[in-house]
Each structure stands twice: as C-alpha cells, then as structure tokens.
C-alpha cells in the first residue's frame, strides 16, 4: 500500500506561483507513475502532469506547458508541482496520484491505484 499526502496549496493572485509536494509512504514510489490531476467544481478530474515509471520522461497537459514542472526527489520519496504563472483556471483541488499498473504513463484518472486527499488551489484574477 502507498500513502500520499498532497500540501503546498492556498490562495494566489493571477500570475504568482504555488509549489506543491505528494510525500509517499508505505512503498519506495521510485518505480512508479506519478500524477498530478485537478478536479474544478463541476468538472471531470483531468489530468496535469506525470512521470513515466522509468522516472525519466515527464508528460504535461498542453493548457500547462511552460508554467508548471513535475519534479521528485526519491531520498524524501516526494513528488513536486511547480506552478507558475497561475491562472483563474487553474483553480481546482490538485490531487497526486500513483499506480505501478502501467508501463509507460497515463492521463486516465482509472489507471491510478492511490490518491491523496487533495489539496485546494485557488488563483484569483
């Protein structure tokens, strides 16, 4: 079993900048896929950002290439959300998720094992 736990949201104006962080527990999540999703009130959770299982490749939804960078750090068995550039629609609560499923990445939210809790981000214009 994996454990994860999402932080580093909060309330931004347009144009600032949130780090979030997924720490992982129970299993090593070197060799897993990570993702990033968002789920805004009354939309569908829709995919972000992910990491290949092999940890080298990195995948973006095109609405958030350039502005945010997926990052992880295996000491600290973390994965990282660099948003920049933030928009109203970004607005969403920003889930982390993990699955050893797949071989190369997914952007389906049903490919994925384990979730976070969320955490609320909300950028103001």
């Known amino acids: 079993q994996v454990q994860l736990v999402e932080s580093g949201g909060g309330l931004v104006q347009a144009g600032g900048s949130l780090r979030l962080s997924c720490a992982a527990s129970?299993?090593?999540?070197?060799?897993?896929?990570m993702g990033w999703f968002r789920q805004a009130p009354g939309k569908e959770r829709e995919f972000v950002a992910a990491?290949?299982?092999?940890?080298?490749?990195?995948y973006y939804t095109d609405s958030v290439k350039g502005r945010f960078t997926i990052s992880r750090d295996n000491a600290k068995n973390t994965v990282y959300l660099q948003m920049n550039s933030l928009k109203p629609e970004d607005t969403a609560v920003y889930y982390c998720?993990?699955?050893?499923?797949?071989?190369?990445?997914?952007?389906?939210?049903?490919?994925?094992?384990?979730w976070g809790q969320g955490t609320q981000v909300t950028v103001s214009s």
């Open positions: 990491f290949s299982r092999s940890g080298i490749n990195t």
């Open positions: 998720a993990a699955t050893l499923g797949i071989i190369g990445f997914s952007r389906e939210p049903g490919w994925y094992d384990y």
């Open positions: 129970g299993r090593t999540i070197s060799h897993y896929v």
